[in-house]
């Protein structure tokens, strides 16, 4: 557990780490630690397109949408309570304003691709 004087301190760090993020760099704050990630690989990127592509086909719908880098405020999720999914499936208009963080309560899906071999049965979460 964090100290209460250590929480704004991470706060401000995670705040100036997320304005000095080279575009396509997402910061984010899990469980009292900020993690910077890189941009996605090829790889990863097969992954959610392969999920998109299977939704769109699917999708009885028609007024669904898969919108990606959409920031969700969901308390409890991270130590901000921001995160931001691979893939979200949401219907259309739901993020049409200028906020940076959302609402998740009309988000229908969030897909978690996983690569090829992963057996979610077993995996630690």
């Excluded at 004087?5 to 899990?30: T, Y």
């Excluded at 992954?47 to 592509?53: L, N, R």
């Amino acid at each position: 557990m964090m100290s209460d004087m250590a929480e704004p301190l991470l706060e401000d760090a995670f705040s100036r780490l997320s304005a000095a993020a080279p575009d396509g760099w997402r910061v984010e704050l899990i469980e009292g630690e900020i993690h910077v990630t890189p941009p996605a690989n090829g790889e990863h990127e097969e992954y959610v397109s392969e999920a998109a592509d299977q939704i769109t086909t699917r999708r009885q719908d028609q007024s669904l949408r898969n919108y990606t880098g959409i920031g969700l405020n969901v308390p409890g999720a991270s130590q901000t309570g921001h995160v931001i999914p691979d893939l979200v499936v949401a219907p259309k208009g739901t993020f049409d304003n200028k906020e940076e963080w959302h609402d998740p309560a009309p988000v229908l899906m969030v897909p978690l691709p996983a690569p090829l071999g992963f057996d979610l049965d077993t995996a630690e979460f």
